[in-house]
């Protein structure tokens, strides 16, 4: 389904890095990256150098972050999120966001934080607040509703009509929700619903439940659906000799199968990110390859986007070293199609407007 290309071996990117450096501006290796062959990265070529490039664009390519948390306990927030990340600071708001993309052209969509239902219509408030604020990156958000909710409507009512809302969530992998639930009556009906207001829901769900996700994406052809996280594909599964102790957390070949009919249906669109956060500790850009290399294949180069899951995917690494092996990952794929999954496809897919 494309001409991928060989790619050169990529990096391990263990651990976090407090620096952070964008596309070509690469700081000089260390003696362990030299170790572990740094000529890779004098190879790969440089992501959006097209001749049809800005030159700023060149310098500083925009990047939009589909998928960025923030919470602050000051705003009532006390997202559960927190206690089963294992990311224990209690504020994460735009400064810290600011410094952990410090150097990137960086914008970015709020993701809701699974807020106790009686914080979600402050969570909703806080993001909104953020985007009204011109001087940080947030400018769209998806908040946090349950869609089987009887106020629902009224919920939807109160915080679309700013401009900034574009999509609702619900994590469906929580162990006090069972499989099947998204395909429950209720549920669907106000998929539907947000179909009809234009806004999408995003699918983030066990990786052994993506089936349901086909079926509720049947059910409801005119709302629009984002596979969070790959679908949560595990790179564990994916590993033909796992570090000792490690049990994959899903079968591989089902997640292929149900990604790529996932893939099939228009309506839906695929988050790259997320992976990098269950990866074992000693990670690296190769290991989390076969998962995006299948979403990106499956779901084609205008139905991909980028999701950075910071603060989260600190329980791994940085942000800065996530975009780092995703560069890395898609470097063999053409200059246009990297620019969609970086910032293009999210452009148009949350109709957002940059500048
Ligand atoms: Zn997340």
């Known amino acids: 389904m494309n001409g991928i290309r060989r790619r050169p071996n990529l990096l391990p990117l263990p651990g976090v890095s407090s620096g952070f450096h964008m596309w070509n501006d690469r700081p000089n290796p260390t003696r362990r990256e030299m170790l572990a062959g740094a000529v890779a990265v004098a190879m790969a070529p440089v992501i959006f150098s097209g001749a049809d490039a800005q030159a700023a664009d060149v310098e500083n390519p925009l990047v939009i972050d589909t998928h960025q948390h923030l919470w602050d306990p000051a705003k009532s927030m006390q997202p559960t999120i927190v206690k089963s990340s294992g990311v224990h600071r ?87 929700t069972p499989p099947g639930m998204c395909l429950k009556d209720e549920f669907v009906r106000g998929i539907q619903f947000l179909g009809k207001q234009e806004l999408s829901f995003d699918l983030c769900m066990r990786p052994a439940e993506l089936s349901d996700g086909l079926k509720l994406s049947h059910l409801c052809p005119d709302t629009r659906f984002i ?52 990866a074992p500790e000693m990670w690296s850009a190769e290991m989390l390859a076969p998962i995006v290399d299948h979403c990106l294949d499956s779901f084609g180069p205008d139905r991909v986007v980028f999701g950075g899951d910071w603060p989260i995917c600190l329980k791994r690494t940085s942000l800065g070293n996530w975009i780092e092996a995703l560069k890395q990952i898609v470097a063999p794929r053409p200059v246009i199609e990297q620019r969609k999954l970086w910032a293009d496809n999210a452009m148009k897919w949350y109709k957002l407007a940059v500048g």
């Not at 509703?145 to 992998?173: C, M, S, T």
Request: charged share 20%.
């Open 227 to 278: 596979v969070d996280h790959c679908g949560n594909a595990d790179p564990v599964a994916f590993l033909a000799h796992p570090p000792a102790g490690l049990k994959p957390a899903h079968d591989a070949e089902v997640w292929k199968r149900d990604m790529a009919a996932l893939a099939k249906r228009p309506n839906v669109i695929c988050k790259i990110s997320g992976i990098v956060a269950r």
């Open 90 to 176: 209690p504020l994460y708001g735009p400064v810290e966001y600011a410094e952990a993309t410090r150097g990137l052209n960086v914008k970015a969509v709020y993701m809701e934080v699974d807020s106790p239902a009686d914080q979600r219509a402050a969570e909703a408030e806080y993001a909104i607040g953020l985007c009204h604020d011109r001087t940080q990156a947030t400018i769209a958000a998806v908040i946090g509703a349950w869609p089987d909710d009887p106020a629902l409507a009224a919920f939807i009512e109160r915080f679309k009509p700013g401009g900034f809302v574009r999509g609702i969530r619900q994590v469906l992998h929580a162990s006090t």
